[in-house]
T-cell receptor, first 114, second 116 residues
Framework: AQSVTQLGSHVSVSEGALVLLRCNYSSSVPPYLFWYVQYPNQGLQLLLK??????LVKGINGFEAEFKKSETSFHLTKPSAHMSDAAEYFC????????????FGKGTTLSVSS | EAGVAQSPRYKIIEKRQSVAFWCNPI?????LYWYQQILGQGPKLLIQ????????DSQLPKDRFSAERLKGVDSTLKIQPAKLEDSAVYLC??????????????FGPGTRLLVL
């Protein structure tokens, strides 16, 4: 069965610092991978996704993630944090076949201080 | 383009009462999902519809939860009777889905349920 592990339930960075949110997955086949962001009292918004092709994926708001099959990882990064990046981030995985469910990690709360 | 609409946004009920949530997906989206998000956890899929047929309801507690998607558009999720552990945010999502798995799911704002 697929699973997603997000290391660190809470990450704190200073404004302008590098953001690194970690995600590891377990899957018998290379899956589709997603990062979502959730602001307070709002639904989830897609940041980026990997399906096929280039393993470095660029998303919205300056975020990017790299699919590393050998490490079963899909870590999310942003070179310079902004106060508006403070939110909860979810990594999710889905098998590349019809009708399978999207499996979410437990989430990482990102705090950004000035 | 209008997003996924959900109502109500908040609901407080007592245990053993019933409650219903409504979702209107993005126009043209064939696939609709209901997720349960308990505080401190990621969303968990309850049920997935393709048009008005059920694709996956393996995680739906069928003794108390039910969902329908009449005419392949709007959907309702019902809990009867509610338990304390049902307190959560219920998220609806939709996608263009050809069941290939790579399509983006678009989420509504959710309904926050508190069972007392």
């Amino acid at each position: 069965a697929q699973s997603v592990t997000q290391l660190g339930s809470h990450v704190s960075v200073s404004e302008g610092a590098l953001v690194l949110l970690r995600c590891n997955y377990s899957s018998s086949v290379p899956p589709y991978l997603f990062w979502y962001v959730q602001y307070p009292n709002q639904g989830l918004q897609l940041l980026l996704k990997y399906t096929t092709g280039a393993t470095l994926v660029k998303g919205i708001n300056g975020f990017e993630a790299e699919f590393k099959k050998s490490e079963t990882s899909f870590h999310l990064t942003k070179p310079s944090a902004h106060m508006s990046d403070a939110a909860e981030y979810f990594c999710a995985v889905r098998e590349n076949q019809a009708g399978t469910a999207l499996i979410f990690g437990k989430g990482t709360t990102l705090s950004v201080s000035s | 383009e209008a997003g996924v609409a959900q109502s109500p946004r908040y609901k407080i009920i007592e245990k053993r009462q019933s409650v219903a949530f409504w979702c209107n997906p993005i126009s043209g989206h064939a696939t609709l999902y209901w997720y349960q998000q308990i505080l401190g956890q990621g969303p968990k899929l309850l049920i997935q519809f393709q048009n008005n047929g059920v694709v996956d309801d393996s995680q739906l507690p069928k003794d108390r939860f039910s969902a329908e998607r009449l005419k392949g558009v709007d959907s309702t999720l019902k809990i009867q009777p509610a338990k304390l552990e049902d307190s959560a945010v219920y998220l609806c999502a939709s996608s263009l889905e050809g069941l290939a798995g790579r399509e983006t799911q678009y989420f509504g704002p959710g309904t926050r349920l508190l069972v007392l």
